[in-house]
């Protein structure tokens, strides 16, 4: 499996990317022991970064791939729609603790398509920025489907 620096965050991770959209119930509805031998099964073969959302509902999924490799530099990547930094703050909490980590890797804006969009969802942002200074956060970004 080949590496990259992500950015300027310090983070290396694989290549490639595992997205859990599609084991979760949103779309394949796997059961939780099939989706971790899918997510097991791509670590075994060097695939250290998995995405995943809040909405997507996988992160009782992950959360059983990070048990099965405690000593695997495992990168999580989640997004969230919040607004407000309260619904930020609430969007962090539940990762972590669903997650049962004490900071998340990389946490993004969920699909964010303008400036317009961006600036709706500045209190969010600012409260990750914060996040991240405080080590709750590795990394802070924004996704787009366009």
Do not use: W
Not at 51 to 62: K, P, V, W
Not at 107 to 133: N, P, V
């Amino acid at each position: 499996m080949e590496y990259r620096n992500l950015g300027r965050t310090g983070i290396n991770v694989s290549r490639l990317c595992f997205g859990s959209l599609t084991i979760g119930p949103l779309q394949a509805g796997l059961s939780l022991d099939e989706g971790a031998v899918l997510l097991k099964y791509a670590a075994e073969q060097g695939v250290n970064f998995f995405d995943t959302a809040e909405i997507y509902d996988s992160y009782a999924y992950l959360r059983k791939l990070l048990r099965a490799f405690p000593n695997k530099d495992i990168i999580i990547s989640t997004k969230s729609y919040a607004v407000t930094a309260e619904e930020m703050k609430a969007s962090l909490d539940k990762a972590r603790k669903e997650l049962d980590r004490d900071y998340i890797d990389i946490f993004l804006l969920h699909e964010q398509e303008s400036a317009l969009t961006i600036r709706g969802h500045r209190a969010a942002l600012d409260y990750l920025i914060e996040s991240k200074e405080k080590g709750l956060v590795k990394a802070v970004g924004i996704s787009t489907h366009r």
